[in-house]
């Protein structure tokens, strides 16, 4: 079974700087883009940045210049380094991917992780 492990959320003060983790684990062939979105209180789920499996990276307009994402094909990990971090970014940060299972089957099935509360505030 695939899951997506998110880690590293929490309290922080504006300004201040976390950094994000999302980990593959299971059994899979391989993985295309993953992504982070991210989800304040009665607000859609919007994408924050995402990046392919050639490590070529896109942000969303209100994180660009602040965030940064990389990642570790090694580990099959995603790193979500925040910066000058905003009242405005508080949500639940979300890792999705899109797995491939099997060298047999060419199907993409698109993967969630559980979410991590990210709380900016003084």
């Known amino acids: 079974q695939v899951q997506l492990v998110e880690s590293g959320g929490g309290l922080v003060q504006p300004g201040g700087s976390l950094r994000l983790s999302c980990a593959a684990s299971g059994s899979f062939f391989s993985i295309a883009t993953m992504n982070w979105y991210r989800q304040a209180p009665e607000k859609q789920r919007d994408l924050v940045a995402s990046i392919d499996s050639e490590g070529t990276t896109n942000y969303a307009d209100p994180v660009n210049g602040r965030f940064t994402l990389s990642r570790d094909n090694a580990k099959n990990t995603i790193y979500l380094q925040m910066n000058s971090l905003k009242p405005e970014d508080t949500a639940v940060y979300y890792c999705?991917?899109?797995?491939?299972?099997?060298?047999?089957?060419?199907?993409?099935?698109?993967?969630w992780g559980q979410g991590t509360q990210v709380t900016v505030s003084s």
């Open positions: 999705n991917a899109f797995i491939r299972r099997s060298s047999y089957e060419p199907t993409w099935s698109n993967y």
